[in-house]
């Protein structure tokens, strides 16, 4: 079934380029005139000798500017109309459905440092959930926490909720710990993780433990959709962000439709008990946790699976300095964690450099957006006409793409894409940032 999609988007957007080609033929095209009398002045024996021959002859530099000029045209405007096309497409349909009458017992996590006003949220919402409270229990893990989060969580448990505290003084700082601490305190089977200040919405544990009946499907995570989207220029293009690639939102939807393989955001996921510990629970120095399980989980075939209504609420940092210590720590740890991995076998790295390609093309789309409107308005100026349409197209593609997000995953908020430049700008950072981390970096709190 993947390889017929793969096929029929492909044959779209073929036929879409044949088109162009037909209305507007290479006489049309200066650039493409150029290119096709470079590669058409070829030396001829050149296409006559042996592939071994090739390496010992003396090439005219027209020879070899046609060949970099040829297979340049070949990547630019064939390579990436068909990869962004397959994918604008693949983005529109609806997903698979499941029996949410699956209940099985549930530990709910939630690891919070100093964040009593959050973890009372996610508490409430959790509270409110349709899943049977019977069939769950919910653990506040706040070890070294000093605000009033312990007297909140006993508010709830005066109340006969089913909620643990677990505020042992542990032995190293950040999350990892924090989850392992609660992985070995839980009485259930299946184990849900939430980050502190996470809102749930009433059907989201039914509709994230659906996918488990299937025992194929090991792991299940959903979307994450910005709760604070309209308090400033930067909350918006996260909202972005988050609708298309960072919520998980609309690409995590296209690459499960696509076949390919799903990775885990360690804010809205599950994961049976059995599995986690097969796979060495978390790694405590870890500051991208949800990779190493994601890999850890793909080295050993365990079907990671995305629910797109499993939905919930969360506020994202609004201010500069808070953005960018979260944004470091999330580029710190995957470099430095997926190095790790790389090393580990051959398998994790497969996978690994699979993630960094889908992550240079599909988490840069607003980077590529850009770069196909300065290609539109060089050919417009050159009055390139077919590589305007193609340009224009590829522009359709990506921005699309971004649109279809915001329908599916930004709650039609459509006025948040007059804040596509704050978009760029978020993206951009984490592009820059790559290359100027610091040499070492703790978990810290990011939120407001």
Same mark, same amino acid.
């Given at each position: 079934m993947t390889k017929i999609r793969y096929l029929f988007y492909s044959i779209i957007v073929i036929f879409i380029f044949a088109i162009y080609h037909i209305i507007f033929p290479r006489e049309y095209s200066y650039l493409m005139r150029v290119v096709d009398y470079i590669f058409n002045n070829l030396n001829q024996n050149l296409l006559n000798n042996s592939l071994s021959s090739m390496f010992y002859r003396n090439l005219h530099p027209l020879d070899i500017l046609g060949i970099f000029a040829y297979l340049g045209l070949l990547v630019l405007f064939i390579f990436y109309p068909l990869l962004f096309g397959i994918f604008f497409f693949a983005g529109f349909g609806g997903y698979k459905k499941y029996d949410k009458s699956f209940e099985p017992g549930l530990s709910v996590?939630? !690891?919070?440092?100093?964040?009593?006003?959050?973890?009372?949220?996610?508490?409430?919402?959790?509270?409110?959930?349709?899943? !049977?409270k019977e069939k769950m229990e919910i653990l506040a893990v706040i070890s070294g926490s000093t605000d009033n989060s312990e007297e909140i969580c006993k508010q709830y448990i005066n109340q006969e909720h089913p909620i643990r505290i677990l505020n042992k003084s542990l032995k190293k700082k950040g999350k990892p710990p924090a989850l392992n601490y609660a992985v070995s305190e839980a009485k259930n089977e299946i184990l849900v993780f939430y980050d502190s200040g996470a809102k749930l919405l009433p059907d989201t544990l039914h509709n994230l433990i659906a996918p488990l009946r299937n025992k194929k499907n090991r792991a299940v995570v959903g979307p994450l959709k910005v709760e604070n989207w309209n308090k400033n220029t930067l909350t918006r293009g996260t909202a972005l962000e988050n609708a298309t690639y960072n919520g998980p939102g609309l690409f995590h939807e296209t690459f499960q439709r696509l076949g390919r393989t799903i990775w885990l955001y360690g804010r809205n996921w599950a994961i049976s008990k059995k599995d986690l510990e097969e796979v060495g629970n978390f790694d405590e120095d870890a500051l991208a946790e949800d990779l190493l399980i994601s890999v850890q989980l793909a080295v050993k075939n365990k079907k990671i699976v995305f629910a797109p209504n499993a939905v919930i609420y969360s506020k994202e940092p609004e201010?500069?300095?808070?953005?960018?210590?979260?944004?470091n720590r999330w580029i710190f740890g995957y470099r430095r964690d997926a190095g790790k991995l790389m090393q580990s076998s051959t398998k994790a790295l497969r996978t690994v450099i699979t993630r960094n390609f889908a992550m240079l093309h599909f988490a840069h789309f607003p980077l590529f957006t850009v770069g196909s409107i300065i290609f539109t308005l060089i050919f417009v100026l050159i009055q390139d006409y077919y590589l305007v349409l193609v340009s224009l197209t590829m522009f359709i593609f990506l921005f699309g793409h971004i649109v279809n997000g915001v329908r599916k995953y930004g709650d039609k908020h459509y006025s948040n894409l007059l804040y596509f430049p704050w978009h760029i700008r978020n993206v951009g950072y984490m592009f820059v940032s790559q290359f100027r981390l610091p040499e070492t970096l703790e978990w810290e709190k990011t939120g407001e």
């Open positions: 996590i939630i !690891p919070s440092l100093n964040e009593a006003d959050g973890l009372k949220s996610t508490l409430d919402t959790i509270l409110k959930s349709d899943y !049977p201010k500069s300095q808070n953005f960018k210590k979260q944004r």
